[in-house]
């Protein structure tokens, strides 16, 4: 309900990519009546988010079409996991940018249990802010099952849990923006940044032709570091998953890259080095064990 539909549409009348909702995937699969249809409207039936091996599977299938290869994707509400997010660096597949549309929480309720599904056209409307044309269209207007009160409210914890634990593998590719404003204000701001993504595309493509190594200075000034979770984690098997995973990624994908130079900051400012020797030690601990790694592997590492 944060509006990410109607942007999505937008995006794809401008640049013609394939738009690839799971939620579209889901509702097609639960109205054709197949095994992982019904698996699926049990969850949601329930307000319950699809297990993430479900989904994954229908999102990679629709990603390895034809159509997609040649026009390129637009993931429409995924990764919306941790491990649906793993599952596709597994892969190799990665976005260009990941967008983050903001919106605070009674604006989000309010537009859920207010928001009406036209089941011929598949237009969605809101009996308050953007009801239906006439009476016709009204008649025939009809209501998502989990878009009850409750059932939003439990999706709305279950998806900031879930997305916590995703922003860190799309760090560098994240850009927040407010959507609490008109629809035209923000896709204004997402064109912008889409137009970046194919200036710098057209960039390299022409320099790959002229056999010249591309500029990556831009890039370098854009870099925001790795950001960590370690002010509120107190065990060190979960400073390894948000430190470690997230560092060992991003260097491997910086090799992979054929990058010389990988710079990680590491800013954690409410860090007490009195109170949290134990803390501090896990991180050199690991920064070691990450050096290592790639010393072994014949890549010089400065720690």
Known sequence: ASGKGTQCRMIVEKYGLVHISTGDLLRAEVSSGTDIGKKAKEYMDNGMLVPDQVVTDMVVSRLSQPDVRERGWLLDGYPRSYAQAQSLESMKIRPDIFILLEVPDDNLIDRCVGRRLDPVTGKIYHVKNFPPENEEISARLT????????????????????????????????????????????????????????????????????????????????????????????????????????????????????KTRLQIDINIPELNPEMDVYRIGTLMELVRDLSLTFADDGKRVKG
């Open 143 to 258: 209501t998502r099952s989990d878009d009850t009160f409750e059932k939003v409210k439990s999706r709305l914890e279950t998806y900031k849990q879930n997305s916590e634990a995703v922003i860190p593998t799309y760090s560098d590719l994240l850009n927040q923006i407010d959507g609490n404003r008109p629809v035209e204000v923000i896709f204004h701001e997402i064109e912008s940044m889409l137009q970046k993504i194919c200036t710098n595309a057209s960039e390299k493509k022409l320099a790959k032709a002229n056999g010249k190594p591309p500029d990556t200075t831009a890039s370098k000034k854009e870099w925001r570091g790795i950001p960590t979770r370690l002010n509120n984690i107190p065990h060190s098997r979960e400073i390894r998953k948000y430190f470690y995973d997230d560092v060992i990624q991003a260097t491997k994908r910086a090799i992979e890259d054929k």
